[in-house]
């Protein structure tokens, strides 16, 4: 005779539960996997971060053109014993930025602004290294999810064309009559760097949610606030590369006033260089007039895309673009402050380092934007 059941007995203790589906290979190793990765891209964004606000100094101290030659292996070791020092000195002294800004410089001066660009280099070095030992660990251990070796090798391969890049650059300053190196080739070299970083920070954000989070949110994707957001992304890259403009001439230093420009809102000299197009990038008045027009537009429309991320309905969201638009006004203040002090060392690092933050946060906003994070039953938005 059967055993008859409790009323409010459950079904399952009675029944074998059900085998249940095998995982996809990335839910199957979810610590292995995705976040040993993730820590080892954000090992990766640290040392990018550091990498431009070095390139930053090494700009601002004049010393990228103070190593001569490129030598992506043999350039590891720096110079060893006085002979080796003096022919590297004596390398510099043939070049136009010696001959008509440094002349007369001393052996230790040059040690100073050898030092600065070798530290730049040699960092490049440890980022690809870190990057090559990290990638070959994950790939010969089968650890790295589906789909996601081409994006991983997408790094690499921006991280060496961003080496070739950068010699590129710097070949520019050795030709006959440069002391610096050519504005246009500056904003390429940072404007790369941004773009790793960005693809590192969004890698970082998709491999810190299991790939069943990311297909679920997916479906709550605030599609207006997304497009709204990457316009906002894609505008302040632009606004980078203006900045680099700027910098790569030292315009910055040439207009000190606000929010006039020698006391006129159009400054007169805006286009006196001919061929025209030329004064978009070697003229200090139409470089700075536009990074500073473009500045404003950007801030005005920072506030148009937050006024839009302040009605989501998911709290995560509406946070992260609070912090966008508290960081686009602090940059603008900060903008302001450089140009009124004639754009030192100090303040124009400060003003770098902060379009790096400002640039992760509109990449975080976009992210949560495109896979919400939903709020608990009491309302608590998860952290992204």
């Not at 100094?57 to 103070?66: K, Y």
């Not at 070049?95 to 660009?117: H, P, T």
């Not at 090559?132 to 690499?156: Q, S, Y």
């Not at 606000?258 to 001919?274: R, Y």
Request: glycine share 10%; with cysteine; aromatic share 12%.
């Amino acid at each position: 005779m059967a055993k008859k059941r409790a009323i409010f007995e459950e079904v399952s203790e009675t029944k074998s539960a059900k085998p249940q589906p095998a995982t996809g290979g990335i839910d199957r190793h979810p610590k292995g996997a995705r976040g040993a990765i993730r820590l080892w891209l954000l090992s990766l964004f640290a040392l990018v971060c550091v990498m431009i606000v070095v390139g930053g100094m090494t700009r601002l101290t004049d010393s990228g053109l103070s190593i001569t030659e490129w030598r992506p292996v043999t350039g590891a070791i720096p110079p060893t014993s006085e002979a080796m020092w003096l022919e590297e000195f004596e390398k510099y002294r043939q070049i136009d930025q010696y001959q008509i800004i440094n002349r007369g410089m001393s052996l230790e001066e040059f040690k100073v602004i050898y030092w600065w660009e070798w530290g730049h280099r040699q960092l490049g070095r440890v980022i690809g290294l870190v990057w090559g030992v990290g990638f070959l660990f994950f790939w010969l251990t089968k650890r790295i999810p589906t789909g996601w070796t081409p994006r991983l090798l997408g790094l690499g391969a921006l991280g060496g064309l961003q080496g070739a890049i950068g010699w590129w650059m710097v070949a520019s300053g050795l030709t006959e009559g440069m002391t610096a190196v050519a504005s246009y080739r500056l904003a390429t070299h940072l404007g790369l760097a941004f773009v790793i970083l960005g693809l590192i920070a969004w890698y970082s954000f998709l491999l810190n949610r299991p790939e069943s989070d990311l297909i679920a949110a997916r479906r709550a994707r605030e599609g207006k606030l997304f497009s709204m957001s990457t316009g906002l992304m894609h505008f302040a890259f632009l606004q980078i590369l203006l900045g680099a403009l700027v910098a790569g001439i030292d315009a910055g230093r040439g207009y000190t006033d606000w929010p006039l420009m020698h006391g006129v809102f159009i400054p007169p000299e805006l286009f006196a260089m001919q061929p025209v197009w030329v004064n978009f990038f070697e003229n200090p008045a139409t470089t700075q007039f536009i990074h500073r027009k473009a500045g404003y537009l950007l801030a005005i429309f920072a506030i148009i895309v937050w006024l839009r991320g302040r009605r989501s309905s998911h709290s995560a969201t509406r946070t992260a673009f609070h912090a966008v638009l508290l960081a686009m006004i602090a940059q603008v203040v900060l903008g302001i402050v450089t140009v009124l002090h004639a754009a030192p060392w100090q303040l124009g690092i400060a003003h770098q380092a902060m379009a790096v933050l400002l640039w992760v946060l509109i990449i975080r906003a976009r992210h949560l934007a495109q896979y919400p994070r939903f709020d608990s039953l009491r309302g608590q938005g998860a952290r992204a």
